[in-house]
């Protein structure tokens, strides 16, 4: 792979990245999960979950706080071992009835939200600590290597204390790739940066990753993160595995409700499907597949109102705006209709409030489930 320009952390003052290309490439791990079963006192923790990293695949674990996310990764990591089930490297079990490999011998690289770094070390003996029986000078040799990659050589000699938060991520990952893991394991890696500054970390993560060629499981809370970062997605809830898929097949066939609800923002209807369809006041849309009667909840992206200047479409008053720069959001009121609706546009458009649009309605950014049960 060729190396390219490095880019700048500007927004924390940070030094620059190192050049792409250059981080150490590992021999990558097929990561599998059969069954596992995990509690905590009576909570059940991670319920008969199977899911298997393929090598160098990256895969984000994703789901609301408490839903089994990270007790997976303390699972891989050998940190908790397994009530049930087994977990396997390259098809060895490494935890489960017949076998517990302990942590230091897994050859997996870990990285937590709080960094983890080791205050009384320096940030050069910091990332050189995961290396074991090696020369001394291959050590050095290593560690100035992957901080160089992260652009971090300046402070070999400094403390972490010194660093920025955006600095101490970029060390923790350099200690993290120096052993060359053949699998990563990331614990809400970037959720301690501000928002700017972790895309800039978050997208030259995702290029060191791709250069080491580790496979990486990475949990998270933040849909957008899952999407930026993940050859599939694994969504979870209350310890079950609902879901796994691309980010393009999560966003635009969820499996159920609240998972739409969490990759999106809907305008949600109540309805009632008749012979495989339901009308609404703005537009039929087809049922559920097999449900052909019965309510149903009709979910609308705001931006599947798209504004038009055809008498046939659908009035509405605007009843307020927001400017977002590369959209503008507007709340609109239809006829025949009581509850408002938002809408997402343009940003080169701004209608003022009281503003008479038409809209028609995308049938790609229309979902239907069956209605909840109360």
């Given at each position: ?334 006829e025949g209709y009581d509850i408002p609706i938002k809408a ?31």
């Open positions: 792979m060729g190396s390219f320009d490095a880019t700048t952390d500007n927004v924390s003052g940070g030094s620059l990245w190192g050049p792409r290309g250059t981080a150490a490439a590992t021999f990558a791990a097929r990561l599998s999960f059969e069954n596992v079963t995990h509690r905590y006192g009576s909570v059940e923790a991670a319920v008969d979950v199977s899911l298997e990293l393929a090598p160098g695949e990256i895969v984000c674990l994703l789901g609301p706080s408490g839903c089994g996310k990270t007790t997976l990764l303390r699972l891989a990591a050998g940190v908790e071992r397994p009530k049930g089930g087994r977990i396997l490297l390259n098809a060895k079990e490494i935890a489960g009835p017949n076998a517990f490999v302990p942590p230091e011998r897994r050859n997996v690289g870990l990285m937590f939200q709080d960094f983890a770094l080791f205050p009384h070390l320096t940030i050069m003996d910091n990332v050189a600590f995961g290396l074991r029986n090696l020369e001394r000078s291959l050590v050095v040799s290593e560690a100035k290597a992957a901080l160089r990659r992260v652009g971090m050589s300046e402070y070999e000699n400094s403390y972490p204390h010194v660093l920025s938060g955006g600095e101490q991520q970029r060390v923790a990952l350099a200690r993290a790739i120096v052993p060359r893991p053949a699998v990563m394991l990331m614990d809400e890696p970037f959720s301690g940066l501000d928002q700017r500054l972790r895309e800039v970390v978050r997208e030259e993560t995702l290029a060191v990753l791709r250069e080491t060629r580790a496979s990486c499981l990475l949990v998270t809370h933040d849909p957008v993160e899952a999407m930026w970062m993940a050859d599939r997605i694994a969504v979870m809830r209350k310890g079950y595995l609902v879901q796994t898929g691309t980010p393009t097949e999560l966003y635009r066939t969820p499996g159920d409700i609240e998972t739409a609800r969490f990759f999106s923002e809907f305008n949600e209807l109540q309805g009632h499907a008749r012979a495989g369809s339901v009308a609404t006041p703005f537009g039929t849309f087809k049922a559920p597949a097999g449900d052909q009667d019965g309510d149903v909840v009709v979910m609308i992206r705001p931006q599947g109102f798209v504004p038009t200047s055809a008498q046939s479409g659908i009035k509405g008053t605007v009843l307020d705006q927001r400017y977002l720069g590369d959209a503008s959001v507007l709340t609109i009121g239809f997402r546009i343009s940003g080169t458009e701004l209608p003022e409030r009281g503003t008479i649009m038409r809209f028609t309605v995308d049938p790609e950014q229309v979902l239907v489930f069956p209605a909840i049960p109360s």
